[in-house]
């Protein structure tokens, strides 16, 4: 049995956990109460936490339950993702480029939003979380090839829909 500090090994999952979390439920608001529930279950749990193979795989699988669990609930009355993420268009040097970046960032925000609840998991976990295809398949609860497969049919859809958006009217 190992012996784990919330405070080093827990705490500093809070902004992974959040950004899964924030992926789920598109609602910063919501994204942070199941950070702070999932925080909450894991102190619960402090004294046994030295059992588990992996903490921060036992943490995201409890934020991904609680934001499904959470979205089921709302029965999809949640928000799209604020326009935090679309900063990045700023970089952009002129009001066309930066309008056009910031479509684009909207549009495949959506495409995202619109995927399989599995799919968009594994994309996010291995594409935004730089997770392992073992570690995400540990988080789903299914095998390495279902997570490369829900990888694979992700990305190849999210690049159909771009190609159609970008052949549109042409």
Do not use: H
Not at 70 to 82: A, C, E, F, I
Not at 134 to 141: D, Y
């Amino acid at each position: 049995m190992r012996n784990i500090s919330f405070r080093n090994d827990v705490l500093p999952l809070k902004d992974i956990l959040y950004r899964l979390a924030l992926r789920i439920t598109t609602n910063p608001e919501e994204a942070k109460d199941i950070v702070q529930d999932t925080l909450i279950k894991l102190w619960n749990r402090r004294e046994s936490l030295g059992e588990i193979e992996s903490i921060e795989g036992f943490s995201l699988t409890i934020c991904r339950n609680m934001a499904l669990d959470r979205v089921r609930l709302l029965k999809g009355k949640s928000n799209p993702l604020d326009s935090g993420y679309a900063e990045k268009a700023d970089n952009a040097s002129d009001p066309l480029e930066k309008a056009t970046l910031k479509d684009r960032i909207s549009i495949v925000r959506q495409l995202l939003d619109s995927l399989p609840e599995k799919q968009k998991s594994c994309m996010q976990l291995r594409d935004f979380e730089g997770k392992s295809y073992k570690e995400i398949a540990a988080v789903m609860g299914i095998s390495e090839e279902q997570v490369k497969i829900n990888i694979f049919r992700a990305r190849q859809t999210v690049k159909k829909k771009i190609k159609e958006y970008d052949s549109y009217g042409l």
